[in-house]
């Protein structure tokens, strides 16, 4: 862990992020793995915070739940431009958060982290013919190359993390798609 990381973790939350959204970044040759644990450095705490709220203490207001999300938002963005995190990876991350933040009770329908807005995405990779796919390979995924086996837990995963966003979806058509997930969930490895 580099030395910024490192004093990044012994701050309290707030500082992080006022690390970030003041300009703070990595020098420009950090490789994913330093990235990653700026990640981890913002995310986690965040995503504790808005599952266990601090009983002691000073509690995020709604709005700076949605500046440290949308600071998120442009943190993830930041990586994908630069190709210092995948795709799935980033997408996983924000239903993780879409989830701690449905359940914190915290409403913030613009938040880049609304259950509606993450699962969108989510809803383009997860085709018919994915399912498909998946109803087809899955009785026989032991006997897959192993790019065909991390191709369905990938889905799997999303799939469950996207399911654990059902009752905070308020579109009626996008919560029937992901609902009608369940049985090929049910079946992949």
Same mark, same amino acid.
């Given at each position: 862990?580099?030395?910024?990381?490192?004093?990044?973790?012994?701050?309290?939350?707030r500082?992080?992020?006022?690390?970030?959204?003041?300009?703070?970044?990595?020098?420009?040759?950090a490789?994913?793995?330093?990235?990653?644990?700026?990640? #981890?450095?913002?995310?986690?705490?965040?995503?504790?915070?808005?599952?266990?709220?601090?009983e002691?203490?000073e509690?995020?207001?709604?709005?700076?739940?949605?500046?440290f999300?949308?600071?998120v938002?442009e943190?993830f963005?930041f990586?994908? #431009?630069r190709?210092?995190?995948?795709?799935?990876?980033?997408?996983?991350?924000?239903?993780l958060?879409?989830?701690?933040?449905?359940?914190?009770?915290?409403?913030?329908?613009?938040s880049?982290?609304a259950?509606?807005?993450?699962?969108?995405?989510?809803?383009?990779?997860?085709?018919?013919?994915r399912?498909?796919?998946?109803?087809?390979?899955?009785?026989?995924?032991?006997?897959?190359?192993?790019?065909?086996?991390?191709?369905?837990?990938?889905?799997?995963q999303?799939?469950?993390?996207?399911?654990?966003?059902?009752?905070?979806?308020?579109d009626?058509?996008?919560?029937?798609?992901v609902?009608?997930? #369940?049985?090929?969930?049910?079946?992949?490895?």
């Amino acid at each position: 862990m580099s030395a910024e990381l490192r004093r990044l973790d012994a701050v309290p939350l707030r500082d992080r992020f006022e690390w970030w959204l003041a300009g703070g970044r990595l020098p420009d040759d950090a490789g994913p793995n330093a990235w990653l644990g700026v990640v #981890q450095v913002l995310t986690m705490p965040l995503v504790r915070e808005l599952r266990y709220p601090a009983e002691a203490g000073e509690r995020l207001s709604p709005a700076e739940v949605d500046r440290f999300l949308r600071a998120v938002d442009e943190l993830f963005v930041f990586l994908e #431009q630069r190709r210092l995190m995948d795709a799935h990876e980033v997408l996983t991350r924000r239903l993780l958060l879409a989830a701690a933040l449905g359940v914190s009770g915290v409403s913030l329908p613009d938040s880049p982290f609304a259950a509606d807005r993450v699962v969108a995405p989510v809803v383009a990779e997860v085709t018919p013919e994915r399912l498909a796919e998946a109803e087809r390979l899955s009785p026989v995924w032991t006997t897959l190359e192993r790019a065909e086996i991390l191709r369905l837990r990938h889905l799997k995963q999303l799939i469950r993390l996207t399911l654990d966003l059902r009752e905070h979806l308020t579109d009626p058509a996008l919560a029937a798609t992901v609902a009608s997930w #369940q049985p090929v969930f049910s079946a992949l490895p």
